[in-house]
């Protein structure tokens, strides 16, 4: 039983490194794509907030796109986290902590989806 719990906090920990680094290297490409042309891809001081834009952004390879994409993966992955030990709870079979950790995944997918107020 504490070699699976080891062998899990170990897999959470590489979880958390990997999307750390993909989103540092995502943001590193948009960097070095805004200083090469000198300009963010959106005109003005505009930045793109909506995630439809943000994903036309992305096929164009706009800058501002990139770094928001490696910024979205960075928040993304304490997110995906919680995920991850409610299914580790799950197979505890500890449903105290299934319960808990499912509501704050649902509060942190809640806040996600509507963090953005006009």
């Given at each position: 039983?504490?070699?699976?719990?080891e062998r899990t906090?170990?897999?959470?920990?590489?979880?958390?490194?990997?999307?750390?680094?993909?989103?540092?290297?995502?943001?590193?490409?948009?960097?070095?794509?805004?200083?090469?042309?000198?300009?963010?891809?959106?005109?003005?001081?505009a930045f793109p907030?909506?995630?439809?834009?943000?994903?036309?952004?992305?096929?164009?390879?706009?800058?501002?796109?990139?770094?928001?994409?490696?910024?979205?993966?960075?928040?993304?992955?304490?997110?995906?986290?919680?995920?991850?030990?409610?299914?580790?709870?799950?197979?505890?079979?500890?449903?105290?902590?299934?319960?808990?950790?499912?509501?704050?995944?649902?509060?942190?997918?809640?806040?996600?989806?509507?963090?953005k107020v006009e």
């Amino acid at each position: 039983m504490k070699k699976d719990i080891e062998r899990t906090e170990l897999t959470i920990a590489k979880l958390l490194k990997a999307g750390v680094l993909l989103s540092a290297a995502i943001i590193l490409i948009g960097l070095v794509l805004y200083l090469a042309t000198g300009t963010g891809g959106y005109g003005g001081d505009a930045f793109p907030t909506d995630p439809l834009v943000i994903l036309q952004g992305l096929a164009a390879f706009k800058p501002y796109a990139i770094i928001l994409l490696g910024l979205f993966i960075l928040i993304l992955t304490p997110i995906l986290r919680v995920g991850v030990s409610v299914i580790v709870f799950i197979r505890e079979k500890d449903s105290l902590y299934v319960a808990i950790t499912t509501f704050v995944f649902l509060v942190l997918i809640v806040s996600l989806l509507l963090g953005k107020v006009e």
